[in-house]
């Protein structure tokens, strides 16, 4: 959400990306007992249980971790949340400050990277990292009050200049702005690693969406339970990673009462962060580009996936924490080269993590090697991956340290995945707008 520039007489557009609501839960946060709302809560969680959370808690759960929230604001008292919200920064000038949050988007993103899921919360991905928030305005606050007409680039800058390693941004705009690539660019050069939604409108003209589809930014798609891309979810040759997006529970508005379903790469977005904290809280001399390469390398993809390319709708597939944190897969490489444009970026191991990490690093992984032209795959219709659990199986599948354990995948059911790069042999081609950026 690069809204920087003035179009036809107005601001540019915009956009939570989701979550739009489909249905309330039964329960809210508001007078009943916090057992039987975290119980429905939890239960609607189910990206957790075939993402094997519990697995993964048991080696890392991002301890060490920060991760800036740019966003609507989060509110650091709601229960799920005390205790690991850091001071950050109202970037939009407008009315309350970066806890007070207009729209309940923000404390939902927050939520589910970091929520210890207390008092009915939701349970997060990463629930021992740290959130900072940065307040940005949308179309609807902008159009009703003064605001800041910079605050996205700042905030990414001010992020960027933070102690967060990781920033999460699940807005989006439909402009490209100079001074919202530009931020990106210095945050990559900080050592962060920028995750982005991809957009919520791919039936509505699927345009590129900003910041996601800056090159230096990570574009998270968004998956349903069957691991199927989202209808509504952006795609092209921008996308990087996919996540969970579809039928997620968020707080249904500023009052945050209580929680609704919902759709969105919002929620796509906000796992993918909390995977990377996962990651990087068992490596913490790692540097954002090694997170990230591991993150591509192991993500789930089919077995029958063409070596060398990536999908116009999955990117190199659907993140998957516990392939690394529980069996080693995927190799950091070179600390200094973006995985996304194979350029260096000037991080360095102690320009990015600071604090130890929750866990030693995992056997197995090699420090030295970069990975292989095979690790970006395409997924063609209704294949399966070798290991990745079925959604709403309750981690139940089982997994060798080989990755070969399991018959039963998480279908990737892509419509139409075009392939947009083959790799030459022996080397890992990035994608053509990381490689003409």
Request: net charge negative; glycine share 12%; aromatic share 6%.
């Amino acid at each position: 959400m690069t809204a920087r520039m003035i179009e036809s007489g107005g601001r540019l557009r915009r956009a939570l990306l989701g979550t739009t609501a489909i249905a309330v839960l039964t329960t809210s946060l508001v007078g009943l007992a916090p057992t039987a709302v975290a119980a429905d809560a939890r239960s609607q969680q189910w990206y957790l249980d075939a993402m094997k959370a519990e697995e993964i808690w048991k080696k890392s759960t991002g301890k060490g971790i920060t991760v800036a929230v740019i966003d609507s604001g989060v509110d650091p008292d709601t229960p799920s949340l005390k205790g690991k919200v850091l001071k950050g920064w109202d970037a939009s000038e407008s009315k309350g400050d970066e806890t007070d949050d207009y729209s309940g988007h923000g404390t939902t993103m927050a939520e589910l990277i970091v929520g210890s899921g207390a008092g009915g919360g939701l349970r997060g991905l990463a629930p021992d990292a740290k959130i900072i928030p940065y307040r940005v305005s949308d179309t609807e606050r902008q159009n009703a009050q003064a605001v800041n007409a910079f605050d996205m680039e700042e905030s990414i800058r001010a992020a960027a200049d933070s102690d967060a390693q990781i920033i999460n941004i699940s807005f989006a705009s439909d402009y490209y702005n100079e001074g919202g690539r530009e931020a990106v660019k210095y945050a990559q050069s900080k050592g962060k690693l920028v995750f982005a939604g991809a957009g919520n409108n791919a039936t509505e003209g699927n345009r590129e969406q900003y910041p996601a589809s800056y090159p230096e930014a990570i574009a998270v798609s968004a998956t349903d339970r069957d691991g199927s891309v989202a209808e509504y979810s952006q795609h092209g040759e921008t996308i990087d990673l996919a996540a969970p997006g579809t039928s997620i529970p968020g707080y249904c508005d500023k009052s945050l009462t209580k929680y609704c379903l919902g759709d969105g790469t919002s929620n796509s977005t906000a796992i993918a962060s909390a995977s990377a904290a996962l990651i990087w809280s068992m490596h913490p001399d790692w540097t954002g580009n090694q997170v990230l390469r591991v993150m591509l390398a192991s993500a789930a993809r089919g077995e029958d996936w063409e070596p060398g390319t990536v999908s116009d709708f999955l990117g190199y597939g659907i993140v998957r924490p516990n392939a690394h944190v529980s069996r080693g897969e995927g190799k950091p490489g070179d600390p200094n080269i973006s995985p996304l444009t194979n350029k260096p970026t000037g991080a360095t191991p102690s320009a990015t993590a600071s604090a130890s990490g929750s866990a030693s690093a995992t056997s197995g992984t090699s420090e030295s090697a970069a990975p292989s032209a095979t690790a970006s795959t395409q997924a063609p219709d209704g294949k399966q991956t070798s290991d990745a659990p079925v959604a709403g199986s309750n981690g139940s599948a089982a997994e060798d340290a080989d990755g070969g354990g399991s018959s039963t995948g998480l279908v990737i059911g892509v419509a139409a995945a075009v392939v947009v790069v083959v790799a030459a042999a022996g080397v890992v081609i990035a994608r053509r707008r990381r490689a003409t950026a």
